[in-house]
T-cell receptor, first 112, second 116 residues
Framework: AQSVTQLGSHVSVSEGALVLLRCNYSSSVPPYLFWYVQYPNQGLQLLLKYTTGATLVKGINGFEAEFKKSETSFHLTKPSAHMSDAAEYFCALSTGGFKTIFGAGTRLFVKA | GAGVSQTPSNKVTEKGKYVELRCDPISGHTALYWYRQSLGQGPEFLIYFQGTGAADDSGLPNDRFFAVRPEGSVSTLKIQRTERGDSAVYLC??????????????FGEGSRLTVL
């Protein structure tokens, strides 16, 4: 069975500091991995995705994530946090079927 | 439309009542998904449509839940004899990818259901 674990339900950083949101997965077959962001009162939108090829993927708003098979991880990073990054972030996994499995989410707070 | 549209955005009902939640996907998207998001949780898969047919409804929690997509576009999620535990945000998503799913899901803003 596949699963996604996000470490830390809440993360707080200062504006300008590094953002690191952790995601580990379990899958018996090669996964496709995603990060989605949900701003207040909005739907989820895709930040970035890993399917095959380059393990470091870049997304919108300066975010990037690295697929590490040996660590079964897909952590999300951004070098410098901005106030507008405050939102909930979801890591998700698909194994080529139609069902995408989501983690529980990490709420990011950005302090001025 | 430009994006996935869900109505109503908020629904408050009493225990035991029937509710319908509607989803209008992005034009041309053949795949449509329903997810449920409870407080503090990530979206949980309910059902997936490819065209008019429900390709997989294994996520529906019980037979009180049913969904249709009669013309391959708009979908309705129907909940009978609602219970307080059904309170959640119901998310609809659509995508262009059929068969092997590697692509992006486009989500609506959700319908928040509160059962009193």
């Amino acid at each position: 069975a596949q699963s996604v674990t996000q470490l830390g339900s809440h993360v707080s950083v200062s504006e300008g500091a590094l953002v690191l949101l952790r995601c580990n997965y379990s899958s018996s077959v090669p996964p496709y991995l995603f990060w989605y962001v949900q701003y207040p009162n909005q739907g989820l939108q895709l930040l970035l995705k890993y399917t095959t090829g380059a393990t470091l993927v870049k997304g919108i708003n300066g975010f990037e994530a690295e697929f590490k098979k040996s660590e079964t991880s897909f952590h999300l990073t951004k070098p410098s946090a901005h106030m507008s990054d405050a939102a909930e972030y979801f890591c998700a996994l698909s194994t080529g079927g139609f069902k995408t499995i989501f983690g529980a989410g990490t709420r990011l707070f950005v302090k001025a | 439309g430009a994006g996935v549209s869900q109505t109503p955005s908020n629904k408050v009902t009493e225990k035991g009542k029937y509710v319908e939640l509607r989803c209008d996907p992005i034009s041309g998207h053949t795949a449509l998904y329903w997810y449920r998001q409870s407080l503090g949780q990530g979206p949980e898969f309910l059902i997936y449509f490819q065209g008019t047919g429900a390709a997989d409804d294994s996520g529906l929690p019980n037979d009180r839940f049913f969904a249709v997509r009669p013309e391959g576009s708009v979908s309705t999620l129907k909940i009978q004899r609602t219970e307080r535990g059904d309170s959640a945000v119901y998310l609809c998503a659509s995508s262009v990818t059929s068969g092997r799913h590697t692509g992006e899901l486009f989500f609506g803003e959700g319908s928040r259901l509160t059962v009193l």
